[in-house]
């Protein structure tokens, strides 16, 4: 893809609505090329400023002690949990997205649990990676982040072929669904961007047609 | 204590801190659960699920993706899409939210202008064609894709791309132009 295809596409991409094809081939080329990366983010923050315009509405009474009664069982950051597999330097954590299911998915680690515990706002929004596992077999890997955040996920090996959705799980129990791809003989690669924006998802799951769990990942070391 | 120092204090616990977090934001927060859910009820849960995903994720927050209002928004608008898919799996009608945003001689000033960027980009969306505009609120407040814009208005898939596409090009040029150089 081109610099001036992605300008065209930017827009829906930056937004989170493009379909994921195009989707896919935008990311891929916004990964090696800083300018329409820089051109996409400026778009993504105008959108969020939109919101900015929605006048203040008054609260019904009492909304600010409520939330507190809520939140207070857990105040403080959870404490630091080691990573249980060996981390990557960031710089070997890129995925590149491209049409292969094989190469370069091979990216092992969590990076998750010195991040959630940092009091201070880290320097790059946190890059997730996770093996895709289907009982005991390793079935894929998933990579969250990039800049907007990107979801890439590759899967190898599955007994599957069909339509497959891809879901973030989150510590409090949601899950959010990313998208539908579908997998030929059992692999395929997809992309898609977070949905979630800021959100840090504690793992991600790979479910069937009828909704049935294929596969799940744990950003974690729990 | 500015909006970041306010957030990070989160993390200590202290009562006074979140509760001043909770208090300098609520409104901005209900105000967008209310704009997209449309019911008071509703809103409030999704307004009460952001404040407690905040409290999970604040660490999570980019400075340079926005402000902390701004980011408090996303949360928010996100999770009141979430919740309006699930009670209403039909494509949404922006129409009320989109009243927000049109012309309002009588609104009152401090509850509008909060700021100078603020009141660019009212006035730059304000100067688009009413359809881009539209297209723009639709795809980038409500996240629906071309395809439902293009559904929702009536209109073939590729104007409804090029509207959205136009709409963000010229609303982009209009700050540009206008941009305030002090900060």
């Not at chain 2, 100078?116 to 006035?123: A, I, Y």
Request: glycine fraction near 8%.
């Amino acid at each position: 893809m081109t610099c001036t295809q992605v300008e065209q596409s930017a827009t829906e991409y930056a937004l989170g609505i493009l379909p994921t094809e195009e989707a896919r081939a935008v990311s891929a080329h916004i990964l090696r090329c800083p300018d329409c990366r820089r051109e996409v983010d400026d778009i993504r923050r105008v959108g969020d400023q939109l919101l900015d315009l929605i006048p203040d509405a008054e609260p019904p009474l009492g909304l600010d002690q409520r939330v507190l009664s809520a939140v207070r069982p857990q105040p403080t950051a959870r404490p630091a949990r080691p990573a249980r597999r060996p981390v990557r330097r960031p710089g070997q954590m890129r995925l590149l997205v491209t049409g292969a299911a094989a190469a370069a998915l091979i990216v092992i680690g969590a990076v998750t649990a010195t991040t959630l515990s940092s009091p201070h706002h880290p320097a790059h929004p946190a890059e997730l990676t996770a093996i895709l596992r289907e009982g005991n077999h390793n079935v894929g890997t998933i990579y969250v982040g990039g800049h907007p955040t990107w979801i890439s996920m590759a899967v190898d090996h599955l007994s599957v072929t069909g339509k497959v959705s891809c879901q973030l799980v989150y510590r409090d129990g949601t899950v959010t669904d990313i998208g539908t791809f579908d997998l030929v003989d059992g692999s395929g690669t997809w992309g898609a961007p977070d949905p979630a924006g800021a959100a840090q998802p504690s793992g991600a799951r790979l479910v069937g047609p009828a909704g049935e769990v294929l596969a799940t990942a744990s950003f974690s070391a729990e | 204590m500015d909006d970041e120092a306010l957030l990070a204090g989160l993390s200590t616990g202290d009562t006074d801190v979140s509760l001043a977090f909770v208090r300098r934001f609520q409104a901005h927060v209900y105000a967008v659960a209310l704009a997209i859910l449309g019911d008071p009820t509703a809103a409030e849960d999704v307004a009460q699920q952001a404040f407690e995903r905040v409290w999970r994720r604040g660490s999570t927050y980019d400075p340079r993706r926005g402000s902390v209002r701004t980011w408090l928004a996303t949360i928010t608008r996100n999770l009141a899409l979430d919740s309006l898919r699930r009670r209403r799996p039909d494509p949404v009608d922006p129409t009320d939210l989109i009243r927000l945003y049109g012309p309002s001689p009588d609104e009152p000033e401090a509850s509008t202008i909060r700021n100078e960027s603020r009141s660019q980009l009212q006035g730059a969306l304000r100067s688009l064609p009413p359809e881009q505009a539209r297209a723009l609120v639709m795809a980038g407040v409500y996240r629906m894709t071309a395809q439902e814009v293009a559904e929702a208005e009536g209109i073939p898939l590729g104007t409804a791309k090029t509207r959205i596409r136009s709409a963000m090009t010229k609303l982009r040029e209009h700050l540009a132009s206008t941009e305030v150089t002090s900060d």
